[in-house]
């Protein structure tokens, strides 16, 4: 019943790997997002998908690379992970205007560590 | 470049204190605010948000935030603390209005209540 789901939530891995997270969210929304927050709790939008098409691309390297299959699903491949990609990463959705129950639904977040 | 500003880093107050978190946001256009909460190693969870209408917005828990649009603040209130009310908070700022959703938040305020 989980609206937006994240997996793993957990994740611990060695640099120079690839890793990917997944999120699906069964809301029905048309936009999905990612997040990460570092250690200071900073939050910041990495991208952000709009019926599978990507809208925001903030400034990420491109080691990072989203997927979206379907509106339903945006996924997060990282190749050669860093040190400091370690940080939480949250999925988030929304349906576009759609007030006044437009809102963003967060999952509960992908903690990754690389070591 | 739309920014949120929050002023406190870490506010700490008694049980049963009033509580102020600031939110000051830098944006020209239509906005839509929101406060989110976190606690600690949760997701973030919706408290409250504002759209249009009345400026003063009643969330959950108790909590409440009042939109000055000729300051630019959005910020959150709670006559009396609890214990249970430790966590982080972000306020956040939808810079889109809604069509295409861009959610930027500020830095998080970390509010400790001691019992």
């Known amino acids: 019943d989980t609206a937006v789901s994240q997996t793993p939530k957990y994740l611990v891995t060695q640099m120079g790997n690839d890793k990917s997270i997944k999120c699906e969210q069964n809301?029905?929304?048309?936009?999905m997002y990612w997040y990460k927050q570092d250690s200071k709790k900073f939050l910041k939008i990495m991208f952000s998908y709009n019926n599978k098409e990507l809208i925001i691309n903030e400034t990420v390297p491109n080691r990072f690379s989203p997927k979206s299959p379907d509106k339903a699903h945006l996924n997060l491949h990282i190749n050669s992970l860093e040190l400091g990609d370690s940080a939480v990463y949250f999925c988030?959705?929304?349906?576009?205007?759609?007030?006044?129950?437009?809102?963003?639904?967060f999952g509960s977040g992908t903690r990754l560590t690389v070591v | 470049a739309q920014s949120v500003s929050q002023h406190n880093h870490h506010v700490i107050l008694s049980e049963a204190a009033s509580l102020e978190l600031g939110c000051n946001y830098s944006?020209?256009?239509?906005?839509?605010l929101f406060w989110y909460v976190q606690y600690p190693g949760q997701h973030l969870q919706l408290l409250l948000k504002?759209?249009?209408?009345?400026?003063l917005v009643k969330g959950i828990k108790g909590f409440e935030a009042e939109f000055i649009k000729s300051k630019f603040s959005f910020n959150l209130r709670k006559p009396s603390v609890q214990w249970s009310d430790t966590a982080e908070y972000f306020c956040a700022v939808d810079s889109y209005g809604g069509s295409q959703g861009n959610l930027i938040f500020g830095k998080g305020t970390k509010l400790s209540v001691k019992p």
């Open positions: 809301l029905g929304h048309d936009t």
């Open positions: 944006y020209g256009g239509t906005v839509n």
């Open positions: 988030a959705s929304t349906l576009t205007g759609q007030e006044p129950n437009y809102g963003y639904t």
């Open positions: 504002y759209f249009s209408g009345d400026p």
